[in-house]
Structure formats: C-alpha cells, structure tokens
C-alpha cells in the first residue's frame, strides 16, 4: 500500500520561500510510470493543481504559478518536493501531494497524503 | 483556459434519496480525462470515478458516472449519511490537472 505524508513548516514569512516534501512509502518513486502531484485548497474554497513532476524529472506547472515553483525529486530519500518563492496572504493553504499513474489512456489522482496547512503571516 | 462548472453548489437530500450532480466543462474534453472525488471535512479528497464512469477499487455501486463532450454526471443512490461530502469532478487537458468547484452534498 502507497502512503504519502506532506512535511515542512506550518508558518511562513511574507516574500520568503515555501518548502514542502511529500514523502512517499510503499513503493519505490522512481518505480516508474506515475506523476507525483501538488495541490492546494485555500481555506474553505476548492481545489487548485499547483504542479507535478515524473519520475524521470520531467515538470508540468500550473502557469498561475509557474515562475515561483520548483518541484523536484529526492531519490535517496523517496520522496519529492515542493518550493513557491516571494510567498503572500493568497498561498496560505491546506497543501496535499498525490499520485497519478502516467498512462496515456487515463489520468487520475490515485493516492493523496492527508495534507498539511501552511499559513503566511509575519 | 479549460473551466469546469459544477451545479447546484449544494445539494440537501434525505437518507435513501437519489442524487445528481452535474459537471460542465467551457469546451468538449475527453471522457478518459474526467474523474470525480469526495471529500469530507478535514480530509484530503478520495479518488471515486475515472474515465468519467470507471468506479475505483472499493467505491460502492450506488456512485454512478457518466457523460461526454462538455456535460457529465455523478448520481449516487440510496443516499447514506456517510456521503455527506463535498464532490469535485477534475480535467486533465495539455499537461495540467483543472477542478470544478466542487459540490457540497447535505444528508439530513
């Protein structure tokens, strides 16, 4: 069974730079054939695809988003993660990783961590 | 920009009751694309339907799905209180992952 658990600190500065990790048990990230997710949900409202990135290393961006994130892979400790830069108000959210099988004939989140909230305040 | 407009924004059925929940995408996506998700308050949301009327692994026969084109639909029948829930259907088009607004059920 695939579980994932989202890491990183709950309380961030204004301007300065979110960092999440997802790390991933039950399977090995590099397996092969999934796209590892990051999405948000801002506080009582919906949800919103931030990113993911293939096991190959492979990047696919929300444009919303794209010229303050970075995700990457961490293959040495199974996991993968996540960086907004010059934060604000608008990024405090609840923020899940997720799983989703990079086959062509469907596309689907199948695996979520339970989420981790990271508010934005001084 | 692909938008998906879930209607009603909520719902308020009895036990036992039928439910309908509509997802309309802004221009015709794929049917393998379209999935729908529960989520209950405090938790990250479940996978419930692929390929726009694929039940996942362990998801009960009441969840129903269908649809093409721009209109698709979640029905749930025999409503239990344990559906209670807020429902998002999900696009994949170009590389990128779009969500409606979702749906909030109410089984009073």
């Known amino acids: 069974q695939v579980l994932l658990q989202e890491s990183g600190p709950g309380l961030v500065k204004p301007s300065q730079t979110l960092s999440l990790t997802c790390s991933v048990s039950g399977d090995s990230i590099t397996t092969g054939g999934y796209y590892w997710n990051w999405i948000r949900q801002h506080p009582g409202k919906g949800l919103e695809w931030i990113g993911s990135i293939h096991d190959s290393g492979k990047t696919n961006y929300n444009p919303s988003l794209q010229t303050r994130l970075t995700i990457s892979l961490d293959t040495s400790n199974n996991s993968f993660s996540l960086r907004l830069s010059s934060v604000a108000a608008a990024d405090t959210a609840v923020y899940f990783c997720a799983r989703n099988p990079a086959a062509p004939l469907w596309q689907y989140m199948d695996v979520w961590g339970k989420g981790t909230t990271v508010t934005v305040s001084s | 920009e692909l938008v998906l407009t879930q209607s009603p924004g909520t719902l308020s059925l009895s036990p036992g009751q039928g439910a309908t929940l509509s997802c309309r995408a802004s221009?015709?996506?794929?049917?393998?694309?379209l999935t729908w998700y529960q989520q209950k308050p405090g938790q990250a949301p479940r996978f419930l339907i692929y390929g726009a009327s694929y039940r996942a692994t362990g998801v009960p026969g009441r969840f129903s799905a269908s649809g093409s084109g721009t209109d698709f639909t979640l029905n749930i029948s025999r409503l239990e209180p344990e559906d209670s829930a807020v429902y998002y259907c999900?696009?994949?088009?170009?590389?990128?992952?779009?969500f409606g607004q979702g749906t909030k059920l109410e089984i009073k």
């Open positions: 999900q696009q994949y088009v170009t590389s990128s992952f779009t």
């Open positions: 221009q015709s996506v794929s049917n393998n694309y």
